[in-house]
Structures are given as structure tokens and as C-alpha cells.
Nanobody, 125 residues
Framework: QVLLVDSGGGLAQAGDSLRLSCAISGGESSSYAMGWFRQAPRKEREFVARISRNGRFTDYADSVKGRFTISKDNTKNAQYLQMNNLKPEDTAVYYC??????????????????WGQGTRVTVSS
């Protein structure tokens, strides 16, 4: 059973940076494309970023493009989301996810097989 544990959330001020991590156990990260989604209060969960199995392809939501960077380290069985120039609208619970059957991942949360428990990010102005 693949287990994802995400961490690294916390309190930040606008303009700050945070780095989220997602540790993978019970499987090899090289077998999975991965993604990050977020859910803000009173909103639906939305796509943030995805990365291919080999880490060479990445894709971002327009709202975070140029500020966030997704990466994965298959030697450490982990993926990361570096978040720079944070804005109050980035406040949300962030979830990492993994998909086995799509080498480039997906923007659709329903396509993902495994999910982390979520880590909360709060950005104040």
C-alpha cells in the first residue's frame, strides 16, 4: 500500500517562501507521476502543479506559474513544492498525490490513486 505523507506547511507573510515535502512509502516514486492540489476555505480542491514520473515534465496552474516549483527526487522517494512570493490567496490545505497509470500525471484530481493527508498553509497580508 502506497502511503504519502506531506509536510512543510505553516504560517507565512505575503512575499515569504515555504517548501512543502511529500514522502512516499510502500512504492517507488519513479513509478508515479505526482501532483499537488489545494483546497481553500469554502472552495473546491484545485490543481496546483504536476510532475512526470521521471521529473522532466512539469505543469502549473496559471495562478502559481512563475512562483511555485514542483520537483521530485526519486532517490529519496519524495516530491516537493517550493512556493515563493506567497500571497494571501495561496492560503489553503495542500495535498500531494500520486498516479501510476499516467506517466505525465493529470490536472484532474479524480485521476489520482493516492493522496497525502494535507498540510495547511496560511499566508497573511
Amino acid at each position: 500500500q502506497v502511503l504519502l505523507v506531506d509536510s512543510g506547511g505553516g504560517l507565512a507573510q505575503a512575499g515569504d517562501s515555504l517548501r512543502l515535502s511529500c514522502a512516499i512509502s510502500g512504492g517507488e516514486s519513479s513509478s508515479y507521476a505526482m501532483g499537488w492540489f489545494r483546497q481553500a476555505p469554502r472552495k473546491e480542491r484545485e490543481f496546483v502543479a504536476r510532475i512526470s514520473r521521471n521529473g522532466r515534465f512539469t505543469d502549473y496552474a496559471d495562478s502559481v506559474k512563475g512562483r511555485f516549483t514542483i520537483s521530485k527526487d526519486n532517490t529519496k522517494n519524495a516530491q516537493y513544492l517550493q512556493m515563493n512570493n506567497l500571497k494571501p490567496e495561496d492560503t489553503a490545505v495542500y495535498y500531494c498525490s500520486a498516479i501510476g497509470r499516467a506517466p505525465y500525471g493529470s490536472r484532474a484530481q479524480s485521476d489520482y490513486d493516492y493522496w497525502g493527508q494535507g498540510t495547511r498553509v496560511t499566508v497573511s497580508s
